[in-house]
């Protein structure tokens, strides 16, 4: 197995453990090469679930540039939510599992092909 197929399995058991959910593999591997090299680079690949300019990167970047939502309050509540299901005290929270959860939250599974 190749790297990315390595952080893949890693994000799958983050969502199994820490999330409770089971995840379709298809999707969570089409999020993670959407994601492009910052899985490798180890501060890229987490959200900073505390730091509220960290948040608004992954609603402007994630939600409204590739998803193609509307900004809204809506975006931050499930951003909020999402990180809520993660664990708040949870230090690694994987960008791919975060942006997972989001698109499953929004029913943007399409955008992923």
């Known amino acids: 197995m190749g790297k990315r197929d390595d ?3 890693q994000y799958a058991d983050d ?8 995840p379709d593999m298809a999707l969570l591997t089409k999020v993670t090469i ?3 090299p910052a899985i490798y680079n ?12 960290e948040l608004e990167t992954v609603k402007n970047n994630f939600l409204i540039k590739k998803l193609g939502l509307p900004d809204g309050p809506a975006l931050m509540d499930a951003i ?4 809520e299901t993660y664990g708040k ?14 698109t499953k939250h929004f029913g943007k599974e399409k955008v992923f092909g």
């Open 7 to 9: 952080l893949i399995a």
């Open 15 to 22: 969502l199994r453990k820490k999330c409770g959910m089971e």
């Open 34 to 36: 959407g994601c492009g």
């Open 42 to 53: 180890a501060d890229a690949s987490t959200v900073a679930g505390s730091q509220p300019a």
């Open 80 to 83: 909020n939510q999402v990180i």
């Open 89 to 102: 005290s949870e230090r690694n929270k994987y960008r791919v599992v975060v942006y997972y959860m989001l």
